[in-house]
């Protein structure tokens, strides 16, 4: 749906939301790795494939595999980057 098409109620409180969320949260980031849309979706993937078959997902392994599998995909398209990650 298009914002126009919403309630000019409905646009005001949405924008006010909008601009507090921008102020007040940061990205989530472990050690020097921020979390990115791609990386939100490995981790959500890892959670829901250990689900499925039922194992306990956990933050740490999740994130681990996701970054480990980014750096894989950004160095075998020969970029010559990688993502930072500290424990």
């Known amino acids: ?3 126009g098409k919403l309630r000019p109620e409905f646009r005001s409180g949405l924008d006010a939301l909008t601009k507090i969320v921008f102020e007040r949260t940061r ?3 472990v050690g020097a790795t921020m979390m990115t849309g791609p990386v939100l979706v490995g981790i959500t993937e ?3 494939d250990a689900l499925n078959h039922g194992a306990v997902p ?3 392994s999740s994130w681990q595999v996701n970054i480990k599998s980014s750096n894989y ?3 075998s398209r020969g970029t010559g980057l990688t993502v930072s990650h500290k424990e």
């Open 1 to 3: 749906m298009q914002l």
């Open 73 to 75: 995909y950004l160095s």
């Open 27 to 29: 990205p989530k980031q």
């Open 46 to 48: 890892s959670y829901l």
């Open 58 to 60: 956990t933050i740490s």
